[in-house]
């Protein structure tokens, strides 16, 4: 299984980051997956934002549900992340990663760096 994440390497402040997750060697459709985003600040560690899962239920991060939004395309075996009204806080390394139900991660793809700024 491979995934790749793909979009803009900059973004202004006050836009909305949209990332794309591509995926191969496995359907984003198969029990019982979940599709998760996570990020890493410089300096900082890992944080979840959230998920989807082979169904296409989403959980979303408490902290970032209000600006969070993860969708999937089937035909293409991708998902994305669209997170609004970013500020430079959300300069980070974005990652895509799948995990088998409650289990670890067991694929990430190699993370795009994200920097927001004007």
């Known amino acids: 299984v491979q995934l790749q994440e793909s979009g803009p390497g900059l973004v202004k402040p006050s836009q909305t980051l949209s990332l794309t997750c591509s995926v191969s060697?496995?359907?984003?459709?198969?029990?019982?997956?979940?599709w998760s985003w996570i990020r890493q600040p410089p300096g900082k560690g890992l944080e979840w934002m959230g998920a989807?899962?082979?169904?296409?239920?989403?959980y979303y991060s408490p902290s970032l549900k209000s600006r969070t939004s993860i969708s999937r395309d089937t035909s293409k075996n991708q998902f994305t992340l669209q997170l609004s009204s970013v500020t430079p806080e959300g300069t980070a390394v974005y990652y895509c990663a799948r995990a088998n139900g409650l289990g670890p991660y067991d694929y990430w793809g190699q993370g795009t760096q994200v920097t927001v700024s004007s």
């Open positions: 060697g496995g359907s984003i459709t198969t029990t019982y997956y979940w």
């Open positions: 989807i899962a082979y169904s296409g239920i989403t």
